[in-house]
């Protein structure tokens, strides 16, 4: 039988390291999946919006847009948003540019989005 006198209260450098990456998983998907998730919510909106376009003008579909984006805390003007028509098809497209802060860092996400609808 071993004897484990004198190790009470070690920690070994690979227990600390996988704590220290846990730690680090955590506080990075604690900053960056809420973006994921919300420029994934944005881009569905922009589906819909395109989806219902015979039934909207353009500037009932970019106010809508706007106003999700704006509930989803991205940074999106009415510059970064652009609806084309083309006859029987509807394009929506957003390119916008999200500031993650961590203590380490700022990374710039930016986001090109693209939505392509018949109209029927």
Same mark, same amino acid.
């Given at each position: 039988?071993?004897?484990?006198?004198?190790?009470e209260g070690k920690a070994s450098l690979?227990?600390?390291?996988?704590?220290?990456?846990? #730690?680090?998983?955590?506080?990075?998907?604690? !900053?960056?999946?809420?973006?994921?998730?919300?420029?994934?919510?944005?881009?569905? &909106?922009?589906?819909?919006?395109?989806?219902?376009?015979?039934?909207?003008?353009? !500037?009932?579909?970019? &106010?809508? #847009?706007?106003?999700?984006?704006?509930?989803?805390? #991205?940074?999106?003007?009415?510059?970064?948003?652009?609806?084309?028509?083309?006859?029987?098809?509807?394009?929506?497209? &957003?390119?916008?540019?999200?500031?993650?802060?961590?203590?380490?860092?700022?990374?710039?996400?930016?986001?090109?989005?693209?939505?392509?609808?018949?109209?029927?």
């Amino acid at each position: 039988m071993r004897s484990y006198a004198g190790d009470e209260g070690k920690a070994s450098l690979g227990n600390i390291l996988f704590i220290l990456l846990v #730690l680090a998983m955590v506080y990075f998907g604690y !900053k960056f999946i809420p973006v994921r998730i919300n420029a994934f919510s944005f881009y569905d &909106a922009m589906s819909e919006e395109a989806s219902f376009a015979a039934h909207r003008n353009d !500037k009932q579909i970019k &106010a809508n #847009l706007l106003t999700v984006a704006r509930e989803k805390k #991205l940074p999106v003007t009415a510059e970064d948003l652009k609806i084309k028509r083309e006859p029987g098809r509807m394009i929506v497209e &957003a390119d916008y540019t999200v500031v993650v802060d961590t203590i380490f860092f700022t990374y710039d996400w930016r986001f090109e989005e693209r939505v392509e609808r018949d109209i029927y």
